[in-house]
């Protein structure tokens, strides 16, 4: 099965960076399932060897590394989807210069890769963190951003590293701010990880603890629906700038709640604290530019997506983690 690329070509070689992680493992799955040939990168510091799709060749690498220009070398890598990242807000406001090294200095990294590479075009996982809490709503792509965490500001910064190296490399990038992403295989420390903690206490029976008075929103988007985005932001020809990923459907912490408990059957105990530093209070992005711009659209709404989520904590908690069995990285490309 051959996929004509953005330039005519055919696409064969595909680089995730991230790839072990939760939407890293969505869209590695996409990316194989319309025929590519995947290769990630993945330190496994936070995703799992066994969330990778068989398939797939796993790098064992940081994209810190100075080696991983190397590897693209070796590769010839067709386009490049960067996921890697350090997502915790809490995390960023205790050791700001760790998240500054992942998100900055790992971005610059990999887009030198890609520049002495000669890859054509990457597309960056960023974040509606980077906006803030004064931003009108629904939140469009052109809003005066104000993040107010370090990793909020850390997307921003790579946002504008990506953006420069177009002007001046010519390398082509979409970049793609997501809105809070849920769904399997989700772990519980990463921006947006609500719903797996809930999903997981619910589970388990332990009391949920909301930071704040649940009042909060949020705009909880699908990770298989991120993971279109992701192609279809790969793919789609003469198109670059940013885009939002996102239902535009504003959600507040206690529905979200209520929602869970509706599709799960299940019921446990609240435990309200103090809202978090760096959290913002109000969120939810327009998605009409993407719409227009890349055909996509959200296809799964939020009960189907808790109860695949649901279903899927359930199916781990019954049978232990899903094992797949990933190819590892030769050193003959």
Known sequence: MSIKFWYGGVLVKILVTGGAGFIGSHTVNKLIQEGCQVI???NLSSGRRDNIHPDALLVEMDICNP?????FSDF???GVIHLAAQTMVPMSLKRPEFDCRVNVRGTVNVLESCRRAGVRRIIFSSSAAVYGNDSPLPIKEDTILAPTSFYGLSKQTAENYISMYSRIFGIESVIL?????????QGENGEGGVVSIFAKRLASGD???VFGNGEQTRDFVYAGDVAIANWLALITPNVQGIFNVSTSVETSINTLINTLFAVTGQKIGLSYKAPRTGDIYRSVLDNSLIQKKLGWRPSVSLEEGLVKTWNWINQVNKHGREIITTKRYALTP
């Open 177 to 185: 701010r997501y809105a809070n992403v849920y769904g399997e295989r």
């Open 67 to 71: 080696a991983l220009v190397d590897l």
């Open 40 to 42: 990630v990168v993945d």
């Open 76 to 78: 010839h890598f067709d």
């Open 207 to 209: 009391t949920l603890t």
